[in-house]
């Protein structure tokens, strides 16, 4: 079973502010990272240890995590944003890295 | 300019084995973590294993435990995964990825290779 849980899809309107979310018990200990994938390219890091933002992920792009659940936010949302969204885990229990089914978001 | 190269994917029928590797370069390979993880098509990614920086620290998600063995040769700035008793399954897409944690405490995976393709099948 997954641990993490996320919505299948998001819709956003170029500009405005979009909300993706993953929830599960681990984050309530661990840190969440996300992962942003275009169809047929390799995932790229957005956002680790809950609200950090590796070199060269635009400012737009910041995450959060509250009890259960951490949120990608991506403001001033742009049509190149467009693309799945994967949240992960390490789940020290397990030692395992734990992945999200996979959000898409969609700018319209 | 960090690259990491995959190679040996290749059709395997069921209960085969194959070797992947995957070539490093421009980083210093032996202070990073290494992870690989794979992807079914038309599915998210799935972790497979990691391995700290000097080989010491191995971990691997169940569904491939006593199957798969990742190593790595740190004079060769490689990374390997022999994957033996193959199954229907195991077909994906297999990426090396470089772990931004360092020691032996994963954090996520901050580069990406182009991935080799596994298909498993009669």
């Known amino acids: 079973s997954n641990d993490l849980t996320q919505p299948p899809s998001v819709s956003v309107s170029p500009g405005q502010t979009a909300r993706i979310t993953c929830s599960g018990d681990?984050?309530?200990?661990?840190?969440a990272s996300w992962y942003q994938q275009k169809p047929g390219q390799s995932p790229v890091l957005v956002v680790f240890?809950?609200?950090k933002r590796p070199s060269g992920i635009p400012e737009r792009f910041s995450g959060s995590n509250s009890g259960n659940t951490a949120t990608l936010t991506i403001s001033g949302t742009q049509p190149m944003d467009e693309a799945d969204y994967y949240c992960?885990?390490?789940?020290?229990?397990?030692?395992?890295?734990?992945f999200g089914p996979g959000t898409k978001l969609t700018v319209l | 300019e960090v690259q990491l190269a995959e190679s040996g994917g290749d059709l395997v029928q069921p209960g085969g084995s194959l070797r992947l590797s995957c070539a490093a370069s421009g980083f210093g390979f032996s202070i990073y973590s290494m992870n690989w993880v794979r992807q079914a098509p038309g599915e998210g990614p799935e972790w497979v294993s990691y391995i700290s920086s000097s080989g010491k620290t191995i971990h691997y998600a169940d569904s491939v435990k006593g199957r798969f063995t990742i190593s790595r040769d740190n004079a060769k700035n490689s990374l390997y995964l022999q994957m033996d008793s193959l199954r229907a399954e195991d077909t994906a897409v297999y990426y090396c990825?470089?772990?931004?944690?360092?020691?032996?405490?994963?954090?996520?995976?901050?580069?990406w290779g182009q991935g080799t393709l596994v298909t498993v099948s009669s």
């Open positions: 681990k984050l309530r200990n661990e840190y």
């Open positions: 240890q809950d609200t």
């Open positions: 992960q885990a390490w789940d020290t229990s397990t030692a395992s890295y734990v």
């Open positions: 990825a470089r772990d931004l944690g360092s020691g032996t405490s994963p954090l996520a995976q901050n580069y």
